[in-house]
């Protein structure tokens, strides 16, 4: 049980910048001024299923498509580590504000009020930095294996996701509370934040696919 906590504590220190719930309960508060109450909370409660489904199937379908499109796990790692980095350079030094983003400004001229899946699941949360990070590890895991039960990985595969959603959940609820507690210099401050660790991490990611790719090649 204590490998199981360890492991799920892990996973959450890794997805909860990449995932940033901050970022979506500002996009959230920017798409949803015409929506009553209800319609509010009904938005959150389906982005959360989405999330929990598209990190789910990532984890469990990844290798299927990378074996499909022959894809390396060096090479994913580097493209999920550009991704990553990416977006937390985007992070660090946004160009606009998190709710005047491409997908937002789309879904506001669209009558629909559904911004469930596009853009607060995907790619706000669930976007293709987290998608690349998990088939990432879900292939590691595969393929290299680790000091760690088999039962305690598999999981962990669905709790972590499980919990990420409880506290996107939570943040979203408490969307306007959370914005007048700390404001939008806090979430803005919050998100620098995270956006580095981004770039750290995209880094490292980049760094392990290198190296990985320079050790197959001597050993071939």
């Excluded at 350079?89 to 009020?113: G, I, Y």
Aim: glycine share 8%.
């Amino acid at each position: 049980m204590l490998e199981l906590i360890q492991v799920v504590g892990f996973g959450l220190l890794m997805f909860i910048p990449l995932t940033n719930p901050l970022t979506t309960v500002a996009l959230l508060l920017g798409l949803s001024g015409d929506m009553t109450n209800d319609e509010r909370n009904h938005q959150s409660n389906m982005t959360c299923i989405y999330v929990f489904i598209i990190m789910v199937v990532s984890f469990y379908c990844g290798q299927i498509v990378m074996n499909t499109f022959g894809i390396s796990i060096p090479g994913l790692r580097i493209a999920g580590g550009l991704i990553v980095a990416f977006i937390g350079f985007r992070m660090l030094f946004p160009q606009q504000p998190v709710h005047k983003t491409p997908e937002a400004d789309a879904k506001k001229k669209e009558p629909s009020n559904n911004i469930a899946f596009v853009p607060l699941a995907m790619p706000s949360t669930a976007g293709p930095g987290t998608i690349a990070m998990i088939i990432s590890m879900a292939s590691t895991v595969q393929n290299d294996g680790y000091d760690v039960s088999t039962w305690v990985i598999y999981t962990a595969s669905i709790l972590v996701p499980l919990l990420l959603c409880i506290i996107l959940w939570f943040c979203m609820r408490s969307a306007g509370s959370i914005m007048r507690l700390i404001g939008k210099s806090g979430i803005e401050a919050t998100s620098r934040i995270m956006g580095f660790l981004l770039v750290c991490m995209g880094t490292q990611f980049i760094i392990n696919g290198i190296l990985e790719l320079i050790h197959s090649y001597t050993q071939s």
